[in-house]
C-alpha cells in the first residue's frame, strides 16, 4: 500500500510541477509552487513510513519549514516590491 | 487491524491531496486556487504523515505531530500572504460570480452601494 502510495504520489507530484509552468501569472506560479512542496512533503512521510527510518521526516520538517519562509517572502517581494517592510511613521500597518 | 487502518488513512490522504491538484487545475484564477492548495493539500499532506505513525517508534510520532502542527500554522498564514499579493497587484477575478468590494480587482462585479452608505 506504501509503494502504491509512493507512486501515485509521484504522478500528482509531476503534475504540480507541470502546473507551475502553465501558470499564467506570479501569483499562480507560486501557488503551483507551494502544491508542488506539499507534494514532496507528503512523499518524505511516506518514504519514511515505508522504510522505517526516521531521517526522511527531518528532511520534511525542514522542507515545510523552508517552504513557508520563502512563500511568504516571495509574495510579500509579489507585492510591496520588497520582502520585509519598515513601518513608516503614521502608517497604520 | 493498525495496517488496515493505515491503509484507510493513505488512501483517505490521496484521495484528497488528487481533489486538490485537480482544483489547482481548473480553478480559473488565484483567489479559487488558494482554496484547493491550501485546504485540500495541507490535509491530506496530514492524513499520509499520520497514516506513517501508526505502529511506528515514538520519535517518528514525535517528528510527525511537529510537522503536522507546523503545517496547520504555516499554511493559512502563506495562503493569506499570496492571496494579500495577488491583490495588490490588481489580479484579475475570472470565477464567475465574482464579487470585489473595493471595485479594485478586474473581472468581478463591485456591488451597488447599499441605501444609506455613506458616500455612496
Do not use: N
Not at chain 1, 59 to 66: E, G, P
Not at chain 2, 76 to 89: L, M, N
Amino acid at each position: 500500500m506504501f509503494f502504491a502510495g509512493i507512486a501515485w504520489l509521484t504522478v500528482l507530484l509531476g503534475v504540480s510541477v507541470v502546473s507551475v509552468g502553465r501558470a499564467r501569472t506570479t501569483a499562480e506560479r507560486l501557488v503551483a509552487l507551494d502544491t508542488a512542496v506539499l507534494m514532496l512533503i507528503g512523499l518524505l512521510g511516506l518514504v519514511a513510513a515505508q522504510s522505517r527510518r526516521t531521517y526522511a521526516l527531518d528532511a520534511a520538517l525542514v522542507l515545510a519549514l523552508l517552504s513557508f519562509v520563502s512563500t511568504v517572502a516571495a509574495s510579500r517581494y509579489l507585492g510591496d516590491r520588497r520582502p520585509f517592510t519598515e513601518p513608516e511613521e503614521g502608517d497604520p500597518r | 487491524m493498525s495496517a488496515w487502518f493505515a491503509d484507510v488513512l493513505i488512501v483517505a490522504g490521496l484521495a484528497v491531496m488528487t481533489l486538490g491538484v485537480y482544483g489547482i487545475l481548473r480553478f480559473p484564477d488565484v483567489y479559487t486556487r488558494l482554496h484547493a492548495s491550501s485546504k485540500a493539500s495541507s490535509l491530506g499532506v496530514s492524513l499520509l504523515l499520520v497514516a506513517g505513525t501508526v505502529g511506528a517508534r515514538p520519535s517518528a510520532a514525535a517528528r510527525v505531530v511537529l510537522i503536522v502542527v507546523l503545517l496547520a500554522l504555516t499554511t493559512p498564514v502563506a495562503a493569506h500572504a499570496i492571496a494579500q499579493a495577488a491583490y495588490h497587484r490588481r489580479e484579475p477575478m475570472r470565477s464567475a460570480g465574482a464579487v470585489d468590494e473595493s471595485g479594485h480587482c478586474p473581472g468581478a462585479t463591485s456591488p451597488s452601494p447599499r441605501h444609506g452608505d455613506p458616500g455612496a
